[in-house]
């Protein structure tokens, strides 16, 4: 056959065959027999496999894996992954509707919502360039992700290359990968079979099949995706509301909720949770809720978004599961910065999709309160990812005996106190008056303490030293082999392999991993310290405002505070821990060993005049735009708030201005405008910075 017929018929073959699976993975109407589906693609199979020339990126013979990789590589997002705020009563659900009104300065008519289930999956980032998917992502931290394209290409229900017309040269689709419930029980079936572990539930074992290495893996593996939302590309949709932009990618050839819908005010929201909730049993797949997007997208825009969370939409959470169950021993764990907790140990059970075997009790008065003791029957609760923790206990059910008086009975097993001594370290246990948690004060001469850290600063979103888990860290601690964070770089080959279990070629791949983490960010470094109350976006924020670690270190309290979001309470952790001369050596000699990163400048290297001063922006200023008067508020030090209240300091008023300028005038907030604005930009010096902007 002359090349060019062969070239024809495979693209023929490819796109028929991705016809075929749009229609059996996302409609759930198959057109043609499973053997007939099988036929055609052996054939493309065949032609590609003597022709390897021909094999395009998009065919769908991908699908079935590819060679294994290393490791992921990592994906700076163009535009972040945001999460979402979470209301579970119609309380919240009002309250939010009202912030939205306020926000979009609306004083009559009901907001339109676009409404869909919330899947409980995981969060991914599809690239298309030119309509042909290039490149897929897992969520991350919402900033940075890791690149899963070949295991994502494995997923029959996402695309390969676009269908229709009208898409941006570079369209970014997100959404969430997940496992039908009916193909979670076969997999796990499957696995019994062969004797394999099985998974606790189907997200899980979606998780679990996208981060394979080995996408060959994946590709045995079935999941799903459902979209419900566009990142990079969205503003060349030439959308004018969300319901749009999710009609367009239905067209487009990618699955969307059959659940999805517009509804309107308070009243149809509620409606429509009741509506899912009772349904919930019978959907495909599992959710934990259900999500509200305000519809237009001109009023998302307007709300814009609070630290990490947009204010356009929320997520309403159907309540946690609760299952009852019995106390067997009531332990405490200590915390990586020493926090004494009390941990219930339950006889196993199967509560909101996972075997519980611990709980939380959070703290002592906590324990006190609910009068939890050995033997108790007790209610627990689990919801989503978080840690499951006992409600209360079931009195009736509490193991008694007979006391002094024949007559009277009392709790067989006495009331939980704390111990006074931590019982990993010997170290005494304090409790400040005015907190509520306990901590042990051995700091990294605990080894509890040392092992947590050492284990957060191994782990993926710090260091990320592969291969260094807690069994690990357990090791290396109790053989005496490391004190301190800085002695990690010290570690050789020699000590490493003589570690039980330990053979010589994952000495030298935890080496390798730990060499390589010395080429790190200055974000990532100051997380990796575990520094109290410093998670990671504080990490962030700290690392882009200081650019580098001698500004950071010379910082007191009141430059600590100008950095967004980091108010006294993490000032002060801040300052107690980078004061600390045994931190302040661990760190000196990390950079010893070689730990570096990119220097960077402070954000803003002038004076910030306009520090804890409040502006709210309401109507349409005459030259500025709104994101300009922001940036040039917050370059000087100012925060800009979305609504107005007794905190605000100046409300910035330009046309059309609506119910934030009457809420000022009620609350005798000062109203200024542009020309004002700049004014007092100029009389603060911050000129220069409106030529930047
Ligand atoms: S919209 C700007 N819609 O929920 C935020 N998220 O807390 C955009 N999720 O990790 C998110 N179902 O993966 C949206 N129908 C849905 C969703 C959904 C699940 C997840 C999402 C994200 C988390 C946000």
Known sequence: MPLELVEERAAKLRAEIERHNHAYYV???????????????????????EF???????????????PPLKEFPSVVHGVPML???????????????????EGIELTSGEVDYAVEPKFDGLAISLTYRDGVFVRGATRGDGATGEEVTENLRTVRAIPLRLVGQGWPAELEVRGEVLMLKADFERLNAHQREKNEKEFANPRNAAAGSLRQLDSRITAGRPLSFFAYGVGVGANQLAARTQDEIMLRLAGWGFPVASERRVVSGVAGL?????????????????????????????????????????????????????ATTEVLAIDVQVGRTGAITPVARLKPVFVGGVTVTNATLHNEDEVRRKDVRVGDTVIVRRAGDVIPEVV??????????????????????????LPAICPECGSAVEKPADEAIARCTGGLYCPAQRKQALWHFASRRAMDIEGLGDKLVEQLVDAGLVHTLADLYQLNLATLAGLERMGEKSAQNLLAAIEGSKNSTFARFIYALGIRNVGEATARDLARHFGNLEHLLAADEAALQQVPDVGPVVAASL??????????????KLLAAGVHWPQGEPETAGPRPLAGKTFVLTGTLPTLKRDDAKALIEAVGGKVAGSVSKKTDYVV???????KLEKAQELGVAVIDEGQL???LAEIGAQNLMTRN
Not at 36 to 46: G, I, V
Not at 288 to 314: E, M, T
Not at 406 to 416: A, R, T, V, W
Not at 653 to 659: L, M
């Open 678 to 680: 700049m004014v007092l």
């Open 270 to 322: 509620m409606a429509y949770f009741a509506e899912v909730g009772n349904r919930r049993p019978s959907l495909p797949y599992d959710i934990d809720g259900v999500v509200y997007k305000v519809n237009r997208l001109a009023w998302q825009d307007q709300l814009g978004f609070v630290s990490r969370a947009p204010r356009f939409a929320i997520a309403h959470k159907f309540p946690a599961e609760e």
């Open 52 to 66: 390897p020339a021909l094999q395009t990126s998009d065919s769908p013979t991908l699908r079935v894996g590819a």
């Open 27 to 49: 409609l759930d109407a198959p057109t043609i027999p499973d053997a007939e589906y099988d036929r055609l693609f052996r054939e493309l199979q065949a032609l590609e496999a």
């Open 653 to 659: 008023a330009g046309e059309e201005a609506g119910s």
């Open 83 to 101: 999460s979402l705020n979470n209301a579970f009563a119609e309380a919240e659900v009002a309250a939010f509707d009202a912030r939205v009104r």
């Open 575 to 588: 300052l107690a821990f980078l004061h600390e001369p045994h931190n302040r050596s661990v760190i000196e």
């Open 392 to 417: 209360a206990i079931v009195p009736e059910k509490r193991p008694m005996r007979s006391g002094r008086d024949l007559f009277e009975l009392e709790p067989l097993h006495p009331c939980f106190i």
